[in-house]
């Protein structure tokens, strides 16, 4: 029977045996806790699985404690009626637990054995999360009563739960499988707590909460009294109002074999949520409490660590994010995940963005965090902009906020766009040092700055042109943003750098604050008294059942190399290894919960070789799931080889991509060792044995050879191009020879697909693997440090206590990362990478994650 002292008693057995031959007095026959109306043992996840179904504690997103009362009108002989109070909470692997304790009013005209007499529960229970989909769960209770046949009960109830689809659940839960407890009635033993055993299913036909209907069926073996055992059918609904709550009913019915007539118990009532608080009531009506007039009523409270879908917070607020590093392409993609999720909260009327940094690493960044803005201001939110002293990028983001402020004694350091590459040739000569390179085209520029003293032509004029492009968007954008004309901007950017007031005076700024000031600045523009606080999102019980689809991002951030990735610290250098790369597709591949992957590419490229593993491995996935690549700062070279795999490229107009073209060569130290005093002496088995040796300079007949080889390579970056993109290797060639293009310029040349940023690539990626909208992420790789790093942790420093690149002053530090390169990859490797290319407004200080 369901708990059948309860109120919510559907308790089919408050029909149950009689003292007399009236059928219309029911005796309960079972001391159980008290009832859960409308709750399934499927997929009531709350507190209230601690007497339901311990297994779906498992599923407890975070605290909670609850309170449930029910009264019993004018129903005296009804077994149940009183209060529960529990608390639960996760505790960690996958463990929750809960404790309640249930105090029960036993009908005072029942007479033996109750005799009056109330009891009270106290039940204990685990629940343990197997997988997403199945949990199991155990408990124990026991009873406490002035009645010698209530008191010092003990059962045990176990449950499993399975939740194999969005849209199915199923559960069956074992109760007080130590049983039976009995009391004397005559000749016969009356059972008052005896095992029986319920099976549930429940279903979500849209895969969410917000519709559900459920089944179950309690099974009663037969008793001395009743001489056969019975099946009690129970139907449950719930059913979510936005913004309000949810709506839970219940019908429980019966067919006692030793009566001629039927009975049921059916409940209906309203709980409502607001943020983390919960409260409701309804009522029981039914035969099954004592007659066919009866009614009782229940109510239920409850507070938790947790929000319940689609339920406001209290009141609305305004939040604060603030930058005081720039973000790495890691933080750049929580950054923008953190805005969408603000964009979606409706309690959240204002944003305030407080930089005390550039905000992005990169233009292209940059870009994305505009078009964050922008939502956000679709959403209705207001968006404020404050800086003290900062950058071309932070005025590129700010410019879509509905207003900006300058710290009165601050300014904004931007004078225009610039790029400087260098030429150390010079250098390498007083060294001793020759660099001996081969490229497939002179718009492989990338060797130049070991081969040459100045830009060649060809690649002055492919800077030049990259610059003007970044230029015509930025200028563009700013204007669109400030409502301004693009000459407007233009001339403006002629008068920089500013000061607090001279940025006002160019439209580039709206006022002035200090940090003090922010709240009301930001009160003034949502039109009501506000203090800016931090966002979080909290935990949210689960929308729908079963292991959730998921979206794979993959991230393939750093110098692209052969074998393991790896981070050098005091270089700000991050490598990023064929090998490690080909698990983690690996394991995107084979998770079943992820149906769609977005590669986020955040390289220049490197090893053609490591390029081409990776291509492999991501061309394999693609045959199996949606794939759709995102470029971010650059995808150029060996990073653009790889996207060929995707099935829709994605880039920002200011992303730096193509480059595609090979280059191969070494360093001859030969004269550096002859000044310092060094002889080397070769001994080979074969002409080319030490080609690739740094003692010497190639041959003649090693070049001729070389040039084979590195139009071999290209001649396979042409295929995989070719192949990737649907077009023939003479169209690939006419837009490759290493020419690197901005995105905006890429999409005209057939290399990439949409403009659009991280967003708009995971909104088709949901689409293709029919996801929801806020499916997860799973994001790989996982942050890893490097043994570096560890063994810094475990001698109590930090990465931010060393001497990294950004302590070093500007001249030094952009030489030793021009120099990086030089320091990573072997010179015996075919290299698919482009030139380190600094487009900035001013400097940035990065979190180098």
């Known amino acids: 029977m369901r708990q059948r002292l309860t109120a919510a008693a559907v308790l089919v057995s408050a029909l149950g045996l009689s003292t007399t031959s009236n059928a219309g007095e029911p005796m309960p026959t079972r001391a159980d806790r008290l009832a859960s109306p409308g709750r399934s043992i499927v997929s009531e996840d709350t507190a209230e699985a601690i007497a339901r179904n311990p297994a779906n504690l498992a599923y407890l997103p975070s605290w909670e404690l609850r309170w449930t009362g029910i009264g019993c009108f004018d129903a005296p002989q009804h077994v149940g009626c009183g209060h529960a109070v529990g608390a639960a909470t996760p505790l960690l692997l996958g463990l929750s637990t809960g404790l309640r304790v249930d105090y029960l009013q036993t009908p005072w005209q029942l007479g033996f054995p109750y005799n009056g007499e109330d009891m009270t529960w106290v039940t204990w229970a685990l629940g343990y999360k197997l997988a997403d989909s199945l949990s199991f769960g155990l408990s124990i209770q026991h009873s406490y009563s002035g009645n010698a046949y209530l008191n010092d009960l003990t059962g045990l ?179 923008l995940r953190k805005l969408w999720k603000i964009a979606d909260d409706p309690t959240v009327d204002g944003v305030a963005l407080v930089l005390r940094a550039e905000p992005a690493t990169s233009y292209a960044h940059a870009e994305e965090l505009a078009d964050a803005v922008r939502v956000l201001r679709a959403r209705k939110k207001k968006v404020l902009c404050s800086w003290e002293d900062n950058g071309a990028k932070a005025l590129y983001v700010c410019a879509n906020a509905d207003r900006t402020v300058v710290n009165p004694a601050g300014g904004l350091r931007f004078a225009g766009l610039r790029t400087q590459y260098l030429y150390i040739k010079g250098m390498l000569d007083k060294l001793g040092i020759r660099a001996d390179m081969l490229r497939v085209s002179d718009h492989k520029t990338a060797p130049e700055m070991f081969t040459n003293e100045h830009p060649s032509e060809t ?249 084979v080889k590195v139009q071999q390579f290209y001649d396979k970056f042409l295929e995989r191009v070719s192949e990737g993109r649907h077009m023939t290797k003479a169209e690939v060639d006419a837009v490759g020879q290493g020419r690197v293009w901005t995105g905006q310029q890429a999409i005209a040349r057939k290399l990439v697909d949409k403009m659009g940023g991280l967003r708009e690539a995971l909104a088709e990626a949901r689409a293709l693997g029919g996801l929801p909208y806020d499916a997860p992420l799973r994001t790989l790789p996982a942050p890893d440090p490097s043994l570096f790093e560890r063994a810094l942790k475990l001698a109590g420093l930090g990465r931010a206590q060393l001497m990294t690149l950004e302590g070093l002053p500007v001249q030094v530090r952009d030489v030793a990362r021009a120099l990086a390169p030089m320091v990573v990859f072997k010179g015996d490797i075919p290299m698919a990478r482009m030139e380190w290319v600094p487009v900035e407004g001013e400097g940035h200080d990065e979190d180098g994650d």
């Open 157 to 335: 109830s176990a449950g499993v739960t399975f939740r194999p689809l969005r849209q199915l659940g199923i559960a069956i839960v074992a109760n007080n499988f130590n049983g039976p407890a009995t009391a004397p009635l005559g000749p016969n033993q009356q059972p008052l707590l005896d095992a029986n055993y319920v099976f549930g299913a429940a279903l979500r036909p849209t895969g969410r909460r917000e519709f559900e209907l459920g089944f179950e069926m309690r099974y009663l073996a037969g008793s001395q009294l009743s001489g056969s055992s019975q099946w009690i059918p129970r139907a449950t609904l719930g059913l979510d109002i936005p913004y309000i709550g949810r709506l839970r009913g219940d019908v429980e019915a019966a067919h006692l074999p030793y009566e001629e007539r039927r009975g049921f118990v059916a409940s209906a009532g309203l709980e409502l949520a607001y943020g983390r608080l919960t409260a409701g009531g309804g009522v029981l009506l039914g035969n099954g409490l004592g007659s066919s007039d009866s009614i009782a009523g229940y109510g239920t409270f409850a507070v938790s660590g947790y929000t319940s879908p689609g339920i406001p917070r209290l009141g609305t607020r305004s939040v604060s994010i603030r930058l005081e590093s720039t973000p790495g392409p890691r933080s750049h993609i929580a950054l």
């Open 459 to 707: 690649a002055a004029h492919d800077h030049a042109d990259l610059l003007n492009q970044y230029a015509a968007v930025f200028e563009k954008d700013v204007a669109l943003g400030r409502k301004m004309s693009v000459p407007a901007v233009r001339a403006a950017i002629a008068k920089g750098p500013f000061v607090a007031t001279e940025a006002r005076d160019v439209h580039f700024a709206d006022g002035f604050a200090f940090d003090d000031e922010l709240d009301r600045v930001m009160s003034e523009m949502v039109g009501h008294s506000t203090s800016l606080g931090e966002w979080e999102e909290g935990p949210k019980a689960a929308e729908s059942f079963g292991p959730r689809g998921k979206i794979g991002l993959l991230l393939v951030d750093g110098d692209m190399v052969d074998g393991r990735s790896e981070t050098i610290p005091l270089l700000d250098t991050k490598l990023v290894g064929s090998y490690t790369i080909a698990d983690n597709i690996q394991t995107l591949k084979n998770d079943p919960t992820v149906k769609a992957v977005v590669l986020r590419i955040e390289t220049g490229g490197g090893s053609s070789m490591s390029a081409d593993v990776m291509w492999r491995e991501l061309a394999q996935l693609a045959k199996r799931k949606p794939l759709i690549v995102s470029m971010g700062s650059s995808a150029a070279s060996g990073g653009y080889y790889i996207a060929t795999a995707g099935r829709t490229i994605y880039a920002l107009p200011l992303t730096v991509t193509g480059s595609i073209g090979i280059f191969y060569g070494k360093a001859d130290v030969s004269e550096l060792l002859k000044k310092i005093g060094i002889n080397v002496e070769t001994y080979k088995s074969a002409p080319r044995a030490d080609a690739e040796s740094f003692y010497r300079p190639f041959t003649e007949d090693e070049r001729r050879a070389l040039e």
